[in-house]
């Protein structure tokens, strides 16, 4: 759906533009702690695996792509783009929110800003268009 990708693409856009702004203007925070207590490994994990629930759509992805020989190819290299884009993403805002980095990466937006409340709509609205899109394969 070109118009849930487009939402999920401008926010993201919007948050990468935000996070690089920050470390453009304020530099890296002083003190980057390397070690978290237990709840916060636990809720860690949880976003994790959480970002990759699409996963279970493989199957019937591979179902109905024409050329089976190449989709393990494309499959991991799909994967480790989406990990490194993340990975870089998550790492960025890290550096640049330190401690006070919300779980949810919306909610370090300033609360009086419009662009909080425009990221958060793109990405509902933008989830809820692409749910018809992962469900497809497994209607045919």
């Known amino acids: 759906n070109v118009v849930g990708n487009l939402l999920i693409f401008g ?3 919007v948050l990468s533009v935000v996070t690089t702004t920050g470390l453009w203007e304020q530099g890296p925070v002083s003190e980057l702690r390397l070690a978290s207590p237990l709840g916060q490994v636990i809720t860690f ?3 994790s695996v959480f970002a990759f629930e699409g996963i279970t759509m493989v199957i019937p992805i ?4 024409k050329n089976k020989d190449s989709f393990t190819f494309t499959l991991g290299w799909t994967i480790m783009g989406i990990t490194a884009l993340f990975s ?3 790492s960025a805002n890290v550096v640049l929110y330190g401690d006070v980095l919300e779980p949810i990466v919306t909610l370090n937006l300033p609360s009086s800003s419009i662009l909080r409340v ?3 709509c793109a990405f509902a609205l933008g989830s809820l268009t692409l749910v018809f899109l992962m469900a497809f394969p497994t209607y045919e």
Do not use: E, R, T
């Not at 591979?62 to 792509?65: D, F, P």
């Open 88 to 90: 870089i993403f998550a």
């Open 45 to 47: 994990a949880g976003f």
């Open 118 to 120: 425009w990221v958060s």
């Open 62 to 65: 591979y179902v109905a792509h």
């Open 11 to 13: 926010a993201l856009l």
